[in-house]
C-alpha cells in the first residue's frame, strides 16, 4: 500500500495532469527492480504502473527516465511502455506508465525480438553520448557527446566507475591501471560504427512477453553508443534464447571479432553491479582485465 495522504495527492496531481477526474481505488505492490518501489494501481481510468523514490536523493531521475522511454516509443522498433506522468509530491517522486499485461510467447518471439533490436540499433546520431546525463540503476550515467566510441567509453564509462570504487576501497589501485590500460586498447578494439540508439540496460529483466505475445522492453538507461553494448548486456546473466544472436546477426550482422569484445563491453556494467551491490562482481572483472 501508499500512504494515504500521498495516495490523494497523487490522484490529485494525475487529474489534473491527465485532464479528467483520477481516484485511486488500490495500490498494490508489484515486483519492479531493487532501486525503486512499484505498484500496479487501480483507477477509475484503468491500471496504471507507478514507481516512487526520494525526491532528494535522486531529483531527477523518473523525468530521465520518462526522456528515455519517449525516445525508445519515437522510433517504434520495439513496443516501450508509454510514459505518462512524472512529479514529486512532499519528497516523494513517481513516475505514471501504461501497466503491461504479460502474455505467451508467439513461435516467432526471440526472432521478432532480435530484429526489433535490430530496427532500433539502426537509428543513429552524430555524436555517441545523449543530449542529458541519466541514471543506470540507480549510478548517475553520464554521457557527454564524443565522435569517437573509445573516448566516449573510456571517459564516460569506464574511468569515472573504476575511479569511484577506488574511492569506496572497493578495488585497489592496480586495478585502476589495469582499467587505464585497458582504455589505451580502446581504439584498436573496436571497429568504427555510427552511434546506435542503446537501450542501455537491456538484461532478462528488462524485458516481458507482453499481451500480444512479443517483447515489451523497460527501465531504459539510453544513449546512442557501440551497438554490441547491448547484446553484451543479454549475455551478462542469461535468459536470451540462442535464436535471439541468430536472428539478429541475420538483421544487422556484427563486426568480425566480436565474441573478442564481449567481456569488454560487460565491463561497464559489470562495474555497475559492484558499485551498486558490493564486491562479489570483483572476481569477474579481475577476470575481463586479464584477458586484454
Not at 512477453?209 to 546473466?237: C, Q, W
Not at 536470451?240 to 536472428?247: E, V
Request: glycine share 8%; aromatic share 14%.
Amino acid at each position: 500500500m501508499i500512504d494515504e495522504i500521498l495516495q490523494k495527492q497523487l490522484s490529485a496531481a494525475l487529474s489534473e495532469q491527465f485532464k479528467v477526474k483520477i481516484h485511486i481505488n488500490e495500490a498494490k505492490s508489484v515486483h519492479g527492480g531493487d532501486i525503486n518501489k512499484t505498484f500496479r494501481i487501480a483507477t477509475n481510468e484503468g491500471y496504471y504502473f507507478l514507481k516512487l523514490n526520494n525526491a532528494a536523493r535522486y531529483p531527477d531521475m523518473f523525468a530521465q527516465e520518462f526522456a528515455g522511454l519517449e525516445e525508445l516509443r519515437s522510433v517504434q522498433a520495439l513496443h516501450v511502455p508509454k510514459p505518462l506522468a512524472y512529479g514529486s509530491l512532499n519528497g516523494t517522486s513517481y513516475l505514471v506508465m501504461e501497466f503491461m499485461t504479460k502474455g505467451q510467447a508467439v513461435p516467432d518471439f526471440w526472432d521478432n525480438f532480435a530484429a526489433g533490436l535490430a530496427r532500433q540499433h539502426r537509428v543513429t546520431n552524430k555524436h555517441f553520448g545523449y543530449a542529458i546525463p541519466n541514471y543506470i540503476g540507480s549510478l548517475k550515467q553520464y554521457n557527454t557527446p564524443y565522435s569517437s566510441w573509445a573516448v566516449f567509453y573510456a571517459f564516460n564509462r569506464l574511468i569515472p566507475l573504476i575511479k569511484m570504487a577506488y574511492d569506496k576501497q572497493i578495488v585497489e589501485k592496480g586495478m585502476v591501471q589495469q582499467v587505464e590500460a585497458l582504455c589505451r586498447q580502446l581504439p584498436q578494439l573496436f571497429p568504427a560504427e555510427p552511434p546506435a540508439l542503446l537501450h542501455g540496460d537491456l538484461w532478462s529483466g528488462n524485458f516481458i512477453v507482453g499481451a500480444n505475445g512479443k517483447a515489451s522492453i523497460f527501465d531504459p538507461a539510453v544513449y546512442f553508443g557501440h551497438r554490441e553494448m547491448d547484446l553484451a548486456m543479454t549475455r551478462l546473466f542469461g535468459g536470451f534464447d540462442t535464436r535471439f544472436y541468430y536472428a539478429y546477426h541475420n538483421a544487422y550482422p556484427l563486426a568480425p571479432g566480436w565474441q573478442q569484445r564481449i567481456g569488454v563491453c560487460q565491463l561497464y556494467p559489470l562495474l555497475v553491479h559492484m558499485l551498486l551491490f558490493g564486491g562479489n562482481y570483483y572476481n569477474s572483472i579481475k577476470e575481463v582485465l586479464q584477458s586484454y
